[in-house]
Nanobody, 123 residues
């Protein structure tokens, strides 16, 4: 499996921006579609978006569409989540994960997970 480490979380005011990174090691990063999830206290883990192995295709949850952008750099074994126009309801621990194919949204379909990075959006 691929090992994943998220970074870039922090505290930001509503309307602000953050960029999260997900660094991969181990198995070949470019073999995997990759996804972002988030989990707020007391809530289930929620799909945010995903990107194909090449980076040519992406798709997003309706709650973040138009505000968040996923990209990846296979040469650097890193995926990114650019978050703009942040809202207090975006507050959560954000996780990256690897999947065998695109268009998967169930956490159970993702085989490798990072430890998460906290994003807090103040109002």
């Amino acid at each position: 499996q691929v090992q994943l480490v998220e970074s870039g979380g922090g505290l930001v005011q509503a309307g602000g921006s953050l960029r999260l990174s997900c660094a991969a090691s181990g198995r070949t990063f470019s073999n995997y579609a990759m996804g972002w999830f988030r989990q707020a206290p007391g809530k289930e883990r929620e799909f945010v978006g995903a990107i194909s192995w090449s980076g040519g295709s992406t798709y997003y949850a309706d709650s973040v569409k138009g505000r968040f952008t996923i990209s990846r750099d296979n040469a650097k074994n890193t995926m990114y989540l650019q978050m703009n126009s942040l809202k207090p309801e975006d507050t959560a621990v954000y996780y990256c994960a690897a999947a065998p194919s695109l268009y998967l949204t169930n956490p159970a379909d993702f085989g490798s997970w990072g430890q998460g990075t906290q994003v807090t959006v103040s109002s």
